[in-house]
């Protein structure tokens, strides 16, 4: 199966020539071999394949032949066109082969020159380096959401309504358009994951818009407190229940009832655990934490003296 250069370039099918344009900028900006020294071998790969991506989807002759036949029609796999126009050379009397540009040509004639980052190296003139205009991203914008332990638990979906100013490339002018993005919260989630989503702030003339960025944070539970991946609760028992034996009932996060009878004696430092009634482990499927309970222990205010010759009977000093 042949490469999906509308997949390498991370656009849909139909983009239009500004946004093969803006995406190609990006990738190729963060690709090229110049700025990553640390893994050139890999990134030349990478900014080869975008290259190609590109230079077939900004052309319309290529990109009908791919959208037709892919990869493998652009290779000479296709029947002969009646008109043999350019880019295609004939390779043979049964089809045709596009002569492709290299990574640094499409670069070059896209930029201004063949390396913004180490373009005195390759060549380039100082008033090159100069003059290359590199648009800024504006910085991200942050927004806080809260999610109760439930939510967090149990894994659920999330509608935000947005509002932003993008540029009508047509007019210049600028327009407010609306969204919906949909936030799929996973179970397990913690305060501080990070839900971004690329370019979604204002567009401005020559600024790539910011990231728009979504950060968990947690509500305060009524019953359970949450310690990394464990839960933690603190149970109210009497004395009698502490040494003679408690069965916790307890409602869980995701609406079962939890039995957990305790025939140990409870004394004040005392902690039970709960394998696995925790909150779920998001990068350990069906795997979660454990459920702490702690007690406090209620004491009677008054005892008759009838109860304290009893107590002294069955307890007596060890």
């Known amino acids: 199966m042949g490469a999906d250069y509308y997949k390498i370039l991370g656009v849909e099918r139909g983009a239009s020539d500004d946004e093969l344009k803006k995406s190609y900028r990006k990738l190729a900006m963060k690709w090229h071999p110049d700025k990553n020294p640390n893994n050139k071998k890999g990134a030349e790969a990478k900014f080869k394949q975008i290259s190609e991506a590109y230079d077939v989807l900004s052309d319309s002759q290529k990109k ?84 109760n332990l439930e939510e967090l638990y149990n894994g659920t979906s999330r509608k935000m309504k947005i509002s932003r100013e993008v540029l009508d490339h047509e007019t210049g002018r600028v327009k ?63 004395l009698l229940e502490a040494l003679t034996g408690y069965t916790l009932q307890l409602s869980t996060l995701d609406g079962r009832t939890l039995n957990h009878t305790i025939n140990s004696i409870i004394g004040p430092d005392y902690e039970e655990t709960i394998i696995g009634e925790g909150m779920p482990i998001t990068k350990e499927r069906n795997k979660k934490g ?26 007596p000093p060890s």
């Not at 032949?65 to 043999?84: A, H, K, R, T, V």
């Not at 180490?118 to 809260?146: D, Y």
């Not at 401005?204 to 464990?230: C, M, T, W, Y």
């Not at 454990?290 to 003296?305: A, D, H």
Request: net charge positive.
């Open 176 to 238: 407010i358009d609306q969204e919906i993005l949909t936030i799929a919260i996973k179970p397990g989630w913690k305060k501080g994951t990070k839900i971004t989503f690329i370019e979604k702030g204002n567009e401005q003339k020559n600024v790539i818009p910011s990231d728009l960025i979504f950060i968990i944070d947690e509500k305060p539970h009524a019953v359970f407190k949450r310690v990394g991946n464990d839960l933690m609760i603190t149970q109210k028992i009497f």
């Open 64 to 147: 009908a032949i791919y959208d037709q036949y892919g990869e493998e029609g652009l290779n000479g796999q296709i029947p002969m066109s009646s008109n043999g126009a350019t880019p295609f050379s004939s390779t043979s009397q049964s089809g045709f082969r596009f002569n492709s540009r290299s990574a640094d040509e499409i670069f070059s004639e896209f930029f201004g020159f063949s390396s913004p980052f180490n373009g005195m190296e390759h060549g380039a003139t100082r008033r090159n380096v100069e003059s290359f205009n590199v648009p800024r991203k504006a910085a991200p914008i942050e927004q806080t959401l809260f999610c």
């Open 290 to 315: 454990n459920l702490i309970v702690k007690f406090q222990i209620k004491f009677p205010s008054r005892l008759t003296m009838e109860q304290k010759n009893s107590i002294k009977r069955w307890l």
